[in-house]
């Protein structure tokens, strides 16, 4: 897990996000509504800290691991400068910090993480991630923008998952050793 | 032809990694091999490039007589597939390149044994590693290699008459990550793209997207995919999740699908049938009775899908199996072809010719030595001059 010490960052304005009128907004969207409340923490002791049993304790440290093992989805760029352009300047690491094997590459650092919001009332763990204008993402959608409340990077709803779907190609590959021929 | 044996160079390994070819060795053993070379006359050489060049373009009338005559369904192609064959071919969808494998020991015309026109690898090698290692050990022989020039010159033909604001001057390029040989062949391809002027990004396919808004495959950045260049079997592609939206999505594939129908062993009882007896042509069907009076030397099963030497078996002329591979292929359905002399290399080895197409020229040959009678994955590629 090295390279997570830049996490120390602050991490201004994301606290939390309530599902409250997301199905409305959910289903305008034509999306499936969230059905629960998502919540952004900075770090796994941020998540610790809110914990009121065991359970939560347990479900903070899952969430945490899997949100971990999401950066492998996390946006990645070929070189640093164009990670950098996004997310704004020391923002972004080699994708092997997070990612074992993680060939070549840049990817954001993990600003945070985001649980609940998924599908159906299904919970999902995702890194969260802010771009230079102080937006952030998460699961490929926009979950908090300071552009939204005239400036006041304050807590916004969470969406339901983009409408980007991935990993619709690539699954025949998983028992084999190579393509090619 | 000849094949030589000589002592590799002291320092190969740091020789061929400077070029950046870091797949040389697999599980420890070494897949690049430089302690033998063969060696070519002219004339040979210039008979490997007529018959490449004469096999592709059999194929390609056999690509054409094959939508046209609706035989798809011969080739296990239905449903979807077909409809994107078709389409792909209707629309002239352009190709990059193929390598043929030709059977061939210096005597008697060189034999088509396959086309490997979708997911070719063993490309940079062929044009890079086993040139270097020429002009490091031959300078003064010639090879059969102007695969990089051939690869520019095509990507720019791609690039030609596109104003400069057209989305297919991005190329994406894809592959199943992590693997060094594929990803070796992509880097490749990817730095000749951009010679040519193309911009490009590198993407894993799985990490491709499909925006149900906008009907478009995106790439991490959620860019539309325009174009790409997919090192990726397009049999696995039609069946899984996203199969279904590659036809409304817009974007060209590179291989184009109608290259199902050249990477598919049907193609070579169609060859049979169209070209009969043709010198370049081993004799070939669906079933081995037809077959069996023209194929002296015993028989090959291959399966229609069938890669990397997966799913092959060779017969003895008793009907005896010679050698056989398992694999996860031939659910598809088999086809048969007259066993044929392969060069010998070293006591038990052999070895296949493979000629690269780029576009529709023959622009260079890589070669493969196989411990056995079938070259699969385990095969090693040996460099060659003339």
Redesign the interface.
Known sequence: MNGLSPLVLALAGIVLLAGCDDDKKAARNNQAPTGQQAKIYKDLDSCLAEAKDMDQVQSCRAGYQQALAQMAEAPRFDDRARCEDVYGPGNCVPRGAYVNNGGGGFIPFMMGYMMGGGFGGRTVYQPVFIDRAGAAYAGGSVVSNPRWSGGDPGPRVATAPSSIARGGFGKSAMAKVTVGG | MQRFQCEPRQDWQAAVEAVGFDFHTFDAAPYWREEAFWQFTPAEIEGLEACANTLHSMCMQVVEATIADRKLPLFGITGLAAELVQESWARRDPHLYGRVDLAYDGSGPPKFLEY?AD????LFEAAIVQWYWKEAVHRGADQFNSLEEGLIERFRQLLRGLPSADPRRHLHL??????L???G?LKYLEACAIDAGFAT??I??????????TRRF?D???RPIARMFK???WE??V????GA?ISESGTQFIEPAWKMILSNKAILAQLWEMFPHHENLLPAAFDKAPIARLSPNGLVRKALLG??GENVTIYDPDGSVAQAQDG?YGAEGYLWQARTNLAKAGPAGTAVLGVWLIGDEARGMGIREADGLITN?NCHFVPHIF
Not at chain 2, 119 to 122: L, Q
Not at chain 2, 239 to 242: A, G, I, K, L, V
């Open positions: 490997n997911t070719p690898t063993s894809s592959c199943v990550v992590p693997n040989e594929d990803e062949n990004t590198r894993d396919i799985a990490d491709i997207g499909w925006n149900a808004q995106v991490l950045e959620e090192l990726y079997p696995w592609m069946r899984e999740e996203f939206n890669r990397e996860s994955d």
